[in-house]
């Protein structure tokens, strides 16, 4: 409930400056228990929590073994309910939340609500009122809340938005990205990594565009979305529902008592696309596909009055560059450019990031970059309301696709009117 009189806008708010930060962490899962290393690596982890004491004991060893830190997480395992014991603690800067979606929100408002600052997996909730109320939450509380989306940090990524800001595209026009990925065998078989089949589930709940952030948060950086342009309206499309039920249907190792057979039936679409128009009269083609035998695709493009660029495929074509024959540039031409545009914290922490790892080091940099921001008491570069306008494609795109034709949708204004503000972000130069 919203609480009058008491919410300050969180734009601009830098972090109290913390000596070190100390982390609590929910859901020890595939995600969470791999992403507790990577914490370990820049922070001090006080208190872990999980429903599954082995996963606790597990990670806790972990994170001993690796020896950075003398004194034991304290573990939380006794019932669903039990991170709320965690996020009271009194030694906690900030929560990580690697939970099944449906918690994200609880959990994320329970670590605001009791001081702690929260960085959460995609998304940060799928409903528009939860994704409302983390905002009110954040600014009541005056905790910062975070989508970690660690796509931003990649460096590919990260080279572009530093193309984008050099001005080499001339004026952003358009852009796309979203996330394309073929899901069905994790999603029915993956014991570990989705141990009670919650992710496939939603495909029975609601047709939408699940899992828009990978791509959109990038190309939504580029073009300064909250800081100058914001997602005014969108409209959504879906194909049938077909290819999940068909891999239930005819994938030999799905035998007679599989759950998947418990599911209600599949509705959301095979394939999403949702179009966002900006106030400033700009567009994103998001795309949302994890059912239809595809390769890997975030399909992150950008074009502008000077040139374009076609991420995935490695390809750009740029007129400030002199580019004016009508072919992209590829290969080695292509590195050079992009290689030409690195961002500093790459070659900065390149060793430390192949270390760590992630998705190529890049789940590594944004870790650090988080207790960066939040030792230096600065501002986030992803903060709550970047964190809802990319996740309010979820339940908008599942506004947009009830009934039949076309029908657009408003995005709300997180920022109420704040998004006008520039506002320092991925841009800001290396730290002294
Ligand atoms: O697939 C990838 O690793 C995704 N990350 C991650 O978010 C999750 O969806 C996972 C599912 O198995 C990226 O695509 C960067």
Not at 163 to 186: C, M, N
Not at 347 to 371: C, N, T, W
Request: with cysteine; proline share 6%; net charge negative.
């Amino acid at each position: 409930a919203r609480i009058k009189g008491k919410e300050k806008s969180m734009v601009n708010v830098p972090f109290e400056g913390f000596d070190e930060v100390r982390v609590g962490i929910i859901g020890l899962g595939n995600r969470g228990g791999d992403q507790a290393m990577r914490w370990a690596a820049v922070s001090t982890i006080t208190a872990v929590c999980d429903i599954r004491p082995d996963h606790v004991a597990e990670t806790i060893s972990r994170v001993m073994a690796q020896g950075f830190q003398d004194k034991e997480p304290v573990g939380y395992s006794n019932g669903e309910e039990d991170f709320e014991r965690l996020v009271r603690r009194d030694d906690i800067d900030l929560i990580y939340v690697a939970t099944p979606w449906e918690w994200h929100h609880p959990m994320a408002k329970a670590a605001m609500e009791n001081g702690k600052h929260v960085a959460i997996e995609l998304p940060i909730a799928p409903h528009l009122d939860d994704i409302w109320d983390l905002v009110r939450t954040s600014e009541r509380t005056g905790k910062h809340c975070m989508l970690l989306e660690n796509v931003n940090y990649f460096r590919p990524e990260m080279q572009m938005f530093n193309l984008a800001k050099a001005g080499l595209f001339g004026e952003l026009q358009h852009a796309s990205g979203g996330y394309v990925h073929d899901l069905r065998w994790p999603y029915t078989f993956g014991g570990a990594y989705y141990p009670e089949h919650w992710r496939r589930r939603w495909q029975t709940r609601m047709n939408a565009a699940h899992y828009p952030m990978h791509g959109l948060g990038p190309v939504s950086a580029c073009l300064d979305i909250n800081r100058g342009d914001r997602f005014d309206e969108l409209v959504a499309v879906a194909s049938r529902p077909k290819a999940l039920a068909l891999f239930r249907e005819e994938d030999p190792r799905v035998g007679a008592d599989h759950p998947a057979w418990d599911d209600d039936p599949y509705i959301s679409g095979d394939r999403k696309q949702v179009f966002i128009k900006t106030v400033n009269d700009r567009f994103i083609r998001v795309e949302h596909d994890v059912n239809s035998p595809h390769p890997y695709s975030r399909e992150t493009t950008l074009t502008g009055t000077r040139g374009s660029l076609e991420l995935d495929n490695a390809r750009i074509y740029l007129e400030s560059l002199g580019h004016t024959n009508h072919a992209w540039r590829t290969g080695s031409a292509f590195s050079t450019i992009m290689n030409q545009h690195d961002h500093w914290i790459w070659p900065a922490l390149e060793k430390l990031a192949s270390q760590y790892g992630g998705h190529g080091g890049g789940d590594f940099i944004s870790i650090f970059r988080m207790v960066q921001l939040m030792r230096l008491g600065m501002t986030p570069d992803i903060d709550v309301y970047d964190s809802a306008a990319w996740c309010s494609v979820i339940p908008l795109s599942h506004e947009s696709l009830k009934g039949k034709g076309f029908k657009s949708v408003k995005v709300p204004d997180f920022t109420r009117g704040h998004w006008t503000q520039a506002r320092p972000t991925f841009d800001r130069p290396r730290p002294e």
